[in-house]
């Protein structure tokens, strides 16, 4: 993969997890960073569920986004779940 693809990937996956974000109900209060990893995990297993089924066969595939959103959706709902909420104020 070169620079150019990580950068691509990152980009994506930020968008995905924000997008996952937006769809997931309440106010999960995880860092940024969560965000994006969870959003960059659901791209790349959208991209490889959509191949492994025959959806996104080159190109742009609204399968493959699909299937991409609905992942970071599941993927920032478990995050947020598990991961701990703060309490008192920030600093």
Known sequence: MTITGLTGAVVLGATI???GRLLVPGRPGMPLWLLMAA????AFAGTGLAHVFGLGEGGWSPW????Q??????????VAACW????????
Do not use: D, H, S, W
């Open 64 to 67: 493959e986004t699909a299937l």
């Open 84 to 91: 701990p909420k703060r309490t008192g104020p920030r600093p």
């Open 17 to 19: 997890g924000t997008l």
């Open 39 to 42: 959003g960059v995990v659901a």
């Open 69 to 78: 959103i609905g992942l970071a959706v599941v993927g920032v709902y478990l």
